[in-house]
């Protein structure tokens, strides 16, 4: 069966620092993966979307970066994290095979930031 | 581009009563409508989808939606809340271009005793 892990699971970071969250799906070949924010009291923000290995599609400019290493494995990064960059960042990935639409995303458990 | 709204953001019942939650879309396609639960401090849990076919799809615990094209409406369904039930219930959908999923803005349930 697949799974996706998500770490770490919360980090406190000061304004000015660096930020790498990591994202890996285990059980599973090529498949999508998401980059979603979830800021507080409301819905979910895609950032980056990437369908395999160095391809990254970004929704949203912003100071926030992706990246695909390996097929299975999406980081998150920034060279210097903003106040409004808290919130809660969620990880999917849903099949990478073309079925005519309607795939599922599959959700990790998230990783809770905030920038003091 | 497609968009989804769900009808408040916060629905109130008292366990054993009936739960809606609302969505309605936008999309210029057939389109494929799903789902999500979220518990606190966790990622989201897929409850159902429609793809095609039956327009009463039923999920995971003993909820159900009903997908009206004419009313372009996908209105979420518990015949008898539980207090489990509390949590954030997202809509959401997406188009035959992809599997990119927008989503609605949330609805927070709570289910008092």
């Known amino acids: 069966s697949q799974t996706i892990h998500q770490w770490p699971a919360t980090l406190v970071q000061p304004v000015g620092s660096p930020l790498s969250l990591e994202c890996t799906v285990e059980?599973?070949?090529?498949?999508?993966l998401y980059w979603y924010r979830q800021a507080a009291g409301r819905g979910l923000q895609l950032l980056f979307y990437s369908v395999g290995i160095g391809q990254i599609s970004s929704e949203v400019p912003q100071n926030l970066s992706a990246s695909r290493p390996q097929d299975r494995q999406f980081i998150l990064s920034s060279k210097k994290l903003l106040l409004s960059d808290s919130g809660f960042y969620l990880c999917?990935?849903?099949?990478?095979?073309?079925?005519?639409?309607?795939?599922?995303?599959?959700f990790g458990p998230g990783t809770r930031l905030l920038v003091l | 581009a497609q968009s989804v709204t769900q009808l408040g953001s916060h629905v109130s019942v008292s366990e054993g009563a009936l739960v809606l939650l609302r969505c309605n879309y936008s999309?210029?396609?057939?389109?494929?409508l799903f789902w999500y639960v979220q518990y606190p401090n966790q990622g989201l849990q897929l409850l159902l989808k429609y793809t095609t076919g039956a327009t009463l799809v039923k999920g995971i615990n003993g909820f159900e939606a009903e997908f009206k094209k004419s009313e372009t409406s996908f209105h979420l369904t518990k015949p008898s809340a539980h207090m489990s039930d509390a949590a954030e219930y997202f809509c959401?959908?997406?188009?035959?271009?992809?599997?990119?999923?927008?989503f609605g803005e949330g609805t927070q349930l709570t289910v008092n005793p």
């Open positions: 059980g599973t070949s090529n498949p999508n």
């Open positions: 959401a959908v997406s188009v035959t271009s992809g599997s990119r999923l927008t």
């Open positions: 999309s210029s396609v057939p389109p494929y």
């Open positions: 999917a990935w849903s099949t990478g095979t073309w079925a005519g639409g309607g795939e599922t995303q599959y």
